[in-house]
């Protein structure tokens, strides 16, 4: 008997105030442990189907439906998701005064997992985590986002992921604005995230870099709000040779 | 006015703060309502006042009736002097052992943790209850370095000078300051203090002398339809160094309440003082409050405050930096709810040369609640090189609340180095979002985020007076009045 998927996204519509359309028909099956890569030209809906799937407020759903494990998370409120295993790294990760990295990630351990938090194993792992991403320690103490550098910002929400450890992991164009070696050490963290957990990715990039250490299940194309073509790893190159323009020919460019 | 009684009735309750001890008439003294010559002579009698203060009084009295009420802030129209006792005490004396003070009162100053943060952490500690301080004690080893706490009438009648026979003169150098820095002819409700205060403390730190622990006062209005006019008088003498803390809450009742304090703060030379108030106030409360601070050469006045409680506050700590080199610093938060019109704000006046001043100020409005910075800088022709920075963050919580920024500046030097930062916004939707794309729930991660935006507050608090305050954070989040 086939596995259950962890993510089914059924004829997704979504529309932002509920009257502009920007997601089309989306149509995505993930399971556990696999790797999904989700390109496309800018404004084609990658991000929205993000905010989406993590429940922002922002868009509405006005068809169709998300279920994660089975269970109909369409209008389920964005803590709810990340509580079921849902997570995202955002583009722009927000900056939160006065609360530090830290004691963030231990309000939100305790959240996700309704358990007290043990402090020296939570401080240990902390303590690795901040390791295995060539972070400074400093970074737990200080307040959350507040100053970090683009390629810092990034790191720390892959530092989130690690702590966090969600089911599926959805990746906001993470290593966009990054140098070679924060590439490397984002991608060994998302390397070691897949390894631990047999957690599921949904990568959103325009790069290859980040998927070097991967390997890719599966690519799809959106262009205009809908996914237009699914197919494997190839599909990476393909497009990377051969650009959007001749998605956009036929699908249409949103303006 | 209606309308005003209707948004006290509908008010929540305060949790911890909110509970009533109800007086019975055995126990306590009750001034009638109202302000008269006899109310104002019987208070007089009561504090077995010498004939000088007895004077003062009735000249405060009379600028009081002469004094126009203030019409520039938030409306006081709810605010009926005929139906407020100025004047209500325990008839019980004020203790220094804590098991002598009577029980009910006890009671309420043990529910606030009062007892347990003098045991742990403080160096003296005041309690006033109403009208009349009902517990006053100082730790020995700091008494022995000739810092003085205690209640201001027993120091004007010449007590403490017989008891301690040190060679100090007390009662003199209390009349010498008092009302000096806030003379009652500052405004109306100066002069009403003067006409009727009683309680508060007097705190003379000796030259030289560091005090490595916080002196605390804490101050209930257990009473309905009273008034509390305490009076505090700090005197830190030069090279000396202390914190005070002082605390004030109050249960709610559905008339209204007046709290018309007056601080009065000496820092001379290379002196310091750090002077932090929590206060929550019920929401039936006018907190008319006067603070003024001078300071000399070289001296550091720093102000910590939260502000929580009230219906309608009238606070603009007031600091003149009248030696040269003298410095402020200024950490302070005001949460406006619903039903509360929170005016705040300070005022500076640079009259040293090379004085400084930094103002940090952060207001929360929430719920319909109106808060209102106004700062006020004065620098006069005397303070070359005066340089002051004031920022104000605002967070509002909602579209229904208010917040508004008044910068007042008045430079008569010129060169002098002033700067104001204001930022006024709503909280903001995507960061509750990537709070709760972590797992954190709504309400929390609007609480995180406010917590967050007062932290730069809780972190100049000793630590149980940070937790306090995050409390009172907590509640007004909770608190959908």
Same mark, same amino acid.
């Given at each position: 008997?086939?596995?259950?998927?962890?993510?089914?996204?059924?004829?997704?519509?979504?529309?932002?105030? =509920?009257?502009?359309?920007?997601?089309?028909?989306?149509?995505?099956?993930?399971?556990?442990?696999?790797?999904?890569?989700?390109?496309?030209?800018?404004?084609?809906?990658?991000?929205?189907?993000?905010?989406?799937?993590?429940?922002?407020?922002?868009?509405?759903?006005?068809?169709?439906?998300?279920?994660?494990?089975?269970?109909?998370?369409?209008?389920?409120?964005?803590?709810?998701?990340?509580?079921?295993?849902?997570?995202?790294?955002?583009?722009?990760?927000?900056?939160?005064?006065?609360?530090?990295?830290?004691?963030?990630?231990?309000?939100?351990?305790?959240?996700?997992?309704?358990?007290?938090?043990?402090?020296?194993?939570?401080?240990?792992?902390?303590? =690795?985590?901040?390791?295995?991403?060539?972070?400074?320690?400093?970074?737990?103490?200080?307040?959350?986002?507040?100053?970090?550098?683009?390629? =810092?910002?990034?790191?720390?929400?892959?530092?989130?992921?690690?702590?966090? %450890?969600?089911?599926?992991?959805?990746?906001?164009?993470?290593?966009?604005?990054?140098?070679?070696?924060?590439?490397?050490?984002? %991608?060994?963290?998302?390397?070691?995230?897949?390894?631990?957990?047999?957690?599921?990715?949904?990568?959103?990039?325009?790069?290859?870099?980040?998927?070097?250490?991967?390997?890719?299940?599966?690519?799809?194309?959106?262009?205009?709000?809908?996914?237009?073509?699914?197919?494997?790893? %190839?599909?990476?190159?393909?497009?990377?040779?051969?650009?959007? =323009?001749?998605?956009?020919?036929?699908?249409?460019?949103?303006? | 006015?209606?309308?005003?009684?209707?948004?006290?009735?509908?008010?929540?309750?305060?949790?911890?703060?909110?509970?009533?001890?109800?007086?019975?008439?055995?126990?306590?003294?009750?001034?009638?309502?109202?302000?008269?010559?006899?109310?104002?002579?019987?208070?007089?009698?009561?504090?077995?006042?010498?004939?000088?203060?007895?004077?003062?009084?009735?000249?405060?009295?009379?600028?009081?009736?002469?004094?126009? /009420?203030?019409?520039?802030?938030?409306?006081?129209?709810?605010?009926?002097?005929?139906?407020?006792?100025?004047?209500?005490?325990?008839?019980?004396? /004020?203790?220094?052992?804590?098991?002598?003070?009577?029980?009910?009162?006890?009671?309420?100053?043990?529910?606030?943790?009062?007892?347990?943060?003098?045991?742990?952490? +403080?160096?003296?500690?005041?309690?006033?209850?109403?009208?009349?301080?009902?517990?006053?004690?100082?730790?020995?080893?700091?008494?022995?370095?000739?810092?003085?706490?205690?209640?201001?009438?027993?120091?004007? @009648?010449?007590?403490?000078?017989?008891?301690?026979?040190?060679? /100090?003169?007390?009662?003199? /150098?209390?009349?010498?300051?008092?009302?000096?820095?806030?003379?009652?002819?500052?405004?109306?409700?100066?002069?009403? !203090?003067?006409?009727?205060?009683?309680?508060?403390?007097?705190?003379?730190?000796?030259?030289?002398?560091?005090?490595? &622990?916080?002196?605390?006062?804490?101050?209930?209005?257990?009473?309905?339809?009273?008034?509390?006019?305490?009076?505090?008088?700090?005197?830190?003498?030069?090279?000396?160094?202390?914190?005070?803390?002082?605390?004030?809450?109050?249960?709610?009742?559905?008339?209204?309440?007046?709290?018309?304090?007056?601080?009065?703060?000496?820092?001379?030379?290379?002196?310091?003082?750090?002077?932090?108030?929590?206060? *929550?106030?019920?929401?039936?409360?006018?907190?008319?409050?006067?603070? @003024?601070?001078?300071?000399?050469?070289?001296?550091?006045?720093?102000?910590?405050?939260?502000?929580?409680?009230? !219906?309608?506050?009238?606070?603009?700590?007031?600091?003149?930096?009248?030696?040269?080199?003298?410095?402020?610093?200024?950490?302070? &938060?005001?949460?406006?709810?619903?039903?509360?019109?929170?005016?705040?704000?300070?005022?500076?006046?640079?009259?040293?040369?090379?004085?400084?001043?930094?103002?940090?100020?952060?207001?929360?409005?929430?719920?319909?609640?109106?808060?209102?910075?106004?700062?006020?800088?004065?620098?006069?022709?005397?303070?070359?090189?005066?340089?002051?920075?004031?920022?104000?963050?605002?967070?509002?919580?909602?579209?229904?609340? @208010?917040?508004?920024?008044?910068?007042?500046?008045?430079? @008569?030097?010129?060169?002098?180095?002033?700067?104001?930062?204001?930022?006024?916004?709503? &909280?903001?939707?995507?960061? &509750?979002?990537?709070?709760?794309?972590?797992?954190?729930?709504?309400?929390?991660?609007?609480?995180?985020?406010?917590?967050?935006?007062?932290?730069?507050?809780?972190?100049?608090?000793?630590?149980?007076?940070?937790?306090?305050?995050?409390?009172?954070?907590? +509640?007004?989040?909770?608190? *959908?009045?």
């Amino acid at each position: 008997m086939a596995q259950e998927p962890l993510l089914q996204v059924e004829h997704l519509h979504v529309s932002i105030d =509920e009257t502009l359309p920007i997601l089309n028909d989306i149509n995505l099956l993930v399971h556990k442990g696999e790797t999904h890569v989700l390109m496309g030209p800018n404004g084609a809906g990658k991000s929205t189907l993000g905010y989406t799937l993590m429940g922002n407020p922002h868009y509405a759903v006005t068809g169709g439906r998300i279920l994660f494990e089975g269970l109909d998370m369409t209008q389920e409120d964005t803590d709810k998701r990340a509580k079921a295993g849902l997570f995202l790294s955002f583009q722009n990760p927000l900056e939160v005064p006065g609360i530090s990295m830290s004691s963030f990630l231990r309000n939100a351990t305790r959240a996700l997992t309704d358990q007290p938090v043990k402090l020296l194993a939570f401080q240990k792992k902390l303590n =690795e985590t901040l390791r295995v991403l060539d972070m400074d320690g400093v970074y737990a103490d200080r307040d959350l986002n507040v100053g970090f550098s683009g390629g =810092e910002k990034k790191k720390a929400e892959i530092l989130q992921l690690l702590m966090l %450890s969600p089911k599926l992991a959805i990746l906001d164009e993470t290593d966009s604005g990054l140098d070679v070696d924060a590439v490397r050490t984002v %991608s060994r963290g998302i390397e070691e995230y897949h390894k631990k957990n047999d957690g599921a990715l949904i990568i959103i990039t325009h790069a290859t870099k980040i998927l070097e250490a991967l390997k890719v299940d599966y690519t799809h194309v959106m262009v205009n709000g809908r996914i237009v073509e699914t197919g494997d790893a %190839s599909l990476v190159e393909k497009v990377n040779r051969e650009g959007f =323009e001749a998605y956009e020919a036929r699908y249409g460019k949103r303006e | 006015m209606s309308d005003e009684k209707e948004a006290l009735r509908r008010q929540d309750s305060q949790s911890m703060y909110d509970f009533k001890n109800e007086e019975s008439d055995a126990d306590f003294f009750r001034e009638k309502e109202g302000l008269t010559k006899e109310i104002v002579l019987r208070v007089s009698a009561e504090k077995r006042d010498p004939a000088w203060m007895r004077e003062f009084r009735l000249k405060c009295l009379k600028i009081y009736e002469e004094t126009p /009420m203030v019409d520039w802030g938030p409306d006081i129209a709810g605010l009926d002097m005929d139906r407020i006792s100025s004047y209500v005490r325990h008839k019980e004396d /004020m203790k220094n052992n804590w098991d002598d003070v009577p029980e009910d009162i006890k009671n309420t100053f043990e529910r606030l943790g009062i007892p347990q943060a003098e045991r742990e952490s +403080l160096a003296g500690v005041g309690a006033q209850f109403d009208s009349e301080l009902v517990y006053h004690n100082v730790r020995r080893e700091v008494a022995e370095k000739g810092v003085i706490y205690t209640d201001l009438e027993s120091v004007i @009648r010449g007590e403490l000078d017989a008891e301690r026979a040190d060679g /100090m003169d007390y009662a003199g /150098m209390v009349k010498e300051h008092f009302m000096k820095l806030v003379p009652p002819t500052d405004h109306k409700f100066a002069a009403l !203090h003067g006409a009727v205060w009683s309680g508060g403390s007097f705190v003379y730190v000796p030259k030289g002398v560091y005090v490595d &622990i916080p002196l605390q006062s804490y101050f209930r209005l257990n009473a309905a339809g009273a008034g509390q006019f305490e009076h505090t008088l700090i005197i830190v003498d030069e090279g000396a160094d202390v914190h005070f803390i002082e605390g004030c809450s109050a249960p709610k009742y559905n008339v209204a309440n007046l709290h018309a304090g007056c601080v009065e703060l000496y820092v001379r030379k290379k002196a310091r003082l750090r002077y932090s108030t929590i206060e *929550n106030w019920s929401k039936n409360m006018y907190n008319l409050n006067t603070k @003024r601070a001078i300071v000399e050469e070289d001296g550091v006045m720093e102000w910590v405050s939260g502000s929580f409680g009230s !219906h309608i506050s009238y606070l603009y700590p007031m600091t003149i930096l009248k030696g040269d080199r003298a410095q402020m610093e200024f950490t302070g &938060i005001t949460f406006s709810g619903n039903g509360q019109n929170l005016d705040t704000g300070l005022k500076i006046v640079h009259q040293g040369k090379e004085t400084t001043a930094v103002v940090n100020s952060k207001s929360i409005s929430k719920g319909g609640g109106i808060g209102t910075f106004r700062s006020a800088v004065v620098v006069q022709k005397s303070a070359k090189k005066a340089k002051a920075s004031i920022s104000c963050d605002s967070l509002m919580l909602d579209s229904i609340s @208010r917040t508004d920024t008044i910068p007042a500046m008045d430079v @008569r030097s010129d060169d002098a180095d002033i700067g104001h930062e204001a930022k006024i916004g709503r &909280i903001s939707d995507e960061a &509750i979002f990537y709070l709760m794309s972590r797992g954190i729930k709504e309400d929390d991660a609007k609480a995180m985020i406010v917590s967050g935006f007062a932290d730069p507050v809780s972190k100049e608090l000793p630590l149980e007076y940070a937790a306090e305050m995050n409390n009172l954070i907590k +509640l007004e989040m909770e608190w *959908n009045g």
